[in-house]
């Protein structure tokens, strides 16, 4: 055993001497003798005695009793106090200091030894205690942990260890009541609070229970309380310990919001371990793959094929995650457990422990077919067109470039055939764009007949189409493949119940003789396309140099004709009407002039075919059809009472413009009355009866008189002509210019003039230019004439001075 080192602390120097001869004769080592409080506590911290002996009444300001307090508090070491006082108070201020004994003076030997032996056994046991106390102490606060103990019989809560910081408590809190400790459980979690005590009170063994904390104004922790009783002898201890939870329930949360979107996740999720074999996949990777997570647990990369194989991707994975920065994506072509073959986007990432070494590898996987069909269908309806299926305008030019690049570098020939459909858009229109649809559906199908497989057609827009045709070596190749398209198409085609009759115009250029670019070669077949309209459409022309120099003085007239129209260099002449029966003049007819400011006066056939080419004949006949009404109103306010005034109307004015409604206006603004007015149509209208009937009963309901203009030159139905509501038949000069003499003109002159009698309409005959002429039509009953006979187009003025002579036919002669 070692030698038990002592301090003696005695103000008196023989008491202390004598002391200290005592305690060696004993066998203890007396490390040093103070005789104030103030050395005492310098010899404790500076020799560590393992007992003190301490008088009580000491020199200095600190009595005995205080030394000993604070030696006891700082130092754990026992203190025996020797004094020669036992008075009450004295005894009750040295209790409080907890001493380990208490001799009066004088003592003998004997006692002093028991004394200091008793002493030093209780400190030994006290500190067996006290360090096991702090090995669980400093267990508890390395697991975070509190202790707490309930007292049964008071209801009262005591602290340990880390149970005031866990709980957020300030020290007194846990020495209230039992009720006071549930007021700052959060109000939803007391239930289950009480339930975990009551449960431990009627010692069910280890019980627990988890709740917030729920003081005003703090942060809401989660805490943990586990308790259970344990019996000490008779009596029941109720012991547990506390945590703080909040960590580890942020960290459950999360892990349940990962687990959450795991399986919830449209996209496949797949976690491998760190050599690429499968650990668990999500049920998004189940549907996608059509393999169950059990079928591919174990398993390494088992869904590619293709060109990219599996080593391929397993190196390209693994060099990747470990070499750049964790993480690898790419595109791979996988196989569903049917056999089916998907593209799929997988991005892989690497998972590192604490150490920084690989553990796992998660894959997010798409399905990425749809996007893939998608960027099809958009390249498709880029290139082709949806309704015909045929090439449309962006891949025909490429295929067009490509195939100049081809020929020219074997020195070899394109031929580049333009077609439009002649008057589709009438089938638009009267049978609706449904049937209109099905028609171009055929259509495109016989001219992919018409070729070879090694051409493209292609659909431009519209009813415009164009085929290439590559290696041509003779020109007649090229005219044989578009007499088949133009036969083709011609061939009456079955549409909903219907069999619809159209042709095609088609014109054709050549590379590199007509054009060495894509633009001039398609400039080239679109003026030749137009030459084959211009030659009665369903043929096909050739491109020569002098449609293009047509093309360049349509284009030319086209915008003279819209800035004479717009600067007023329009004029109305008229020509005079006349009765055969008594030579009145019976009306007038406008006819339209252009006084261009370099070429002169220039008649109708510098104007009309322009203006009805170029769309310009809806703006020009509202024109004229107000002009005419003005020129009316201005003779009517001279007093000379004007015959009836007949204009012209083109086909276009009745098809695409407002006629009724131009009509009206001019009506209107200008007070004429209707029935001063003749509007003259041409017999081709006839052919399109329901729109055209429809017209005509408008303007005959507004008072309107109507005539048809050069009839027997068409191929009007003379059934329907009865129900037609028309005043009047204007005979086509080209039956009048031959008669007497052309037995034939004179046959269907006299015929017209009969028919119409007798459907009771009146009959003018145009370019009278003869006497013989006008007695003939005079001789089978025709009612009036015009011509250069009685008078030649003239204008306004020279029409007033005819009126006001009162002129005449026979007066002319």
């Known amino acids: ?101 208490y001799l009066l003076k004088p003592f003998s030997e004997r006692e002093l030894h028991a ?59 846990f020495s209230r009541s039992w009720d006071d400790f549930l007021a700052l459980v959060h109000p939803d979690d007391r239930s289950s609070v009480i339930g975990m005590f009551d449960c431990v009170m009627q010692d069910r063994g280890l019980c627990q229970a988890e709740f917030r904390s729920g003081q005003d104004g703090a942060k809401t922790r989660w805490l943990k309380v586990q308790g259970r009783v344990f019996k000490v002898g008779e009596a029941r201890r109720v012991i547990g310990v506390v945590q703080d939870v909040t960590d580890r329930r942020a960290v459950e949360v999360r892990l349940r919001q990962a687990a959450t979107v795991f399986e919830a996740m449209q996209d496949g999720i797949v976690i491998f371990d760190a050599n690429l074999k499968i650990i668990t996949v999500n049920q998004g990777f189940s549907i996608m793959s059509g393999y169950g997570e059990e079928e591919l647990a174990g398993r390494e990369l088992y869904l590619l094929s293709g060109r990219t194989n599996e080593t391929d991707i397993r190196r390209n994975v693994i060099e990747a995650t470990l070499l750049h920065a964790g993480f690898w994506q790419g595109e791979v072509r996988a196989v569903r457990k049917n056999g089916d073959v998907f593209p799929l986007q997988v991005k892989v990432a690497a998972v590192m422990d604490t150490a920084g070494k690989l553990t796992h590898y998660i894959a997010i996987c798409s399905d990425v077919s749809a996007i893939r069909q998608a960027e099809t269908d958009l390249k498709y309806l880029a290139h082709y067109d949806p309704l015909t299926d045929l090439p449309n305008r962006l891949l025909a ?121 894509r633009e001039t070669l398609i400039r080239a077949a679109d003026t030749a396309m137009y030459a084959a309209k211009d030659l009665g459409r369903s043929r096909y022309a050739f491109y020569t140099n002098e ?24 004029r109305l002449f008229f020509q005079p009407q006349l009765a055969l029966s008594d030579g009145a003049l019976t009306g007038l007819e406008a006819l339209i002039r252009w006084q261009h400011p370099q070429k002169g006066l220039l008649g109708a056939d510098h104007i009309i075919p322009i203006a009805e080419k170029s769309g310009l004949i809806v703006d020009i006949g509202e024109w004229v059809v ?39 206006d001019a ?15 041409t017999e081709s209208l006839l052919q399109d009866e329901g729109g055209c009937i429809l017209t005509l009963r408008a303007l005959k309901e507004m008072g309107v008189t109507l005539a048809i203009d050069d009839f027997g030159t068409g191929y009007s139905c003379l059934s329907s002509l009865k129900h037609l509501p028309i005043q009047r038949l204007k005979i086509d000069r080209s039956f009048v210019q031959d008669i007497p003499d052309d037995r034939d003109n004179a046959a269907i002159t006299e015929a017209i003039i009969a028919m119409a009698h007798r459907l009771g309409l009146a009959v003018i005959a145009e370019g009278v230019e003869t006497v013989r002429q006008e007695g003939f039509l005079r001789s089978h009953g025709c009612d009036d004439v015009q011509g250069r006979l009685h008078g030649m187009p003239m204008p306004a003025l020279a029409i007033e001075e005819m009126v006001d002579r009162g002129k005449r036919l026979g007066r002319s002669h």
Not at 549 to 559: G, I, P, T
Not at 668 to 681: A, Y
Request: proline share 4%.
């Open 1 to 101: 055993m070692p030698i038990a080192k002592v301090l003696v602390v005695e103000d008196e120097r023989i008491v202390a001497l004598h002391l200290r001869q005592q305690l060696t004769r004993l066998a203890y080592d007396v490390v040093a003798v103070a005789h104030s409080g103030e050395q005492a506590l310098l010899q404790v911290a500076a020799h560590h005695p393992d007992i003190v002996l301490m008088d009580i009444h000491i020199e200095g300001k600190v009595d005995g009793i205080d030394t000993a307090q604070e030696i006891r508090a700082g130092f754990r070491i026992p203190v025996i106090f020797l004094s020669a006082h036992s008075e009450e108070a004295t005894l009750q201020r040295a209790r409080a200091s907890q001493p380990f004994g």
């Open 115 to 173: 004394t200091i032996q008793m002493s030093l056994e209780r400190r030994a046991v006290e500190t067996a205690l006290w360090e096991s106390e702090e090995r669980l102490r400093l267990a508890l606060d390395a697991a975070e942990m509190g202790s707490w103990e309930l007292d049964p019989e008071t209801g009262c809560l005591l602290p340990a260890g880390q149970a005031e910081r866990i709980l957020g408590f300030p020290e007194e809190v």
């Open 397 to 517: 030019m490429d295929r067009l470039e490509h195939a100049m690049d081809r020929c020219e570098r074997g020195r070899q020939h394109i031929g580049l055939l333009f077609i439009d459909l002649d008057h589709f858009k009438n089938i638009n229109d009267t049978l609706g764009h449904s049937v209109g649809d099905d028609l171009l559906k055929q259509v495109a199908q016989r001219m992919r007949r018409a070729v070879r497989a090694e051409d493209t057609v292609a659909r431009l827009g519209g009813d415009e189409f164009m085929v290439i045709v590559e290696n041509v070596e003779h020109v007649e190749d090229i005219a044989d493949i578009a007499r088949k398209v133009v036969a083709l198409v011609a061939t009456p085609i079955a549409v909903s119940g219907n069999d619809l009759c159209i042709s095609a115009s088609v014109g054709i250029s050549l590379f590199p003789e007509d054009g060495t670019s």
């Open 547 to 570: 449609m293009t120099s047509n093309a360049v003085d349509y284009m030319r007239l086209k915008q003279d004709l819209r800035r004479g129209s717009e600067q007023g260099e329009l």
């Open 626 to 664: 107000r002009e005419a009404c003005r020129q009316i109103s201005r003779w009517t306010s001279l007093g000379l009472m004007p015959p009836r005034l007949a204009i012209n109307v083109s086909p276009q004015q009745i098809r695409h413009g407002n006629l009724v409604a131009a009509v009206a």
């Open 667 to 681: 009506l209107r603004e200008t007070g004429v009355s209707p029935d001063q007015l003749e509007i003259e149509i």
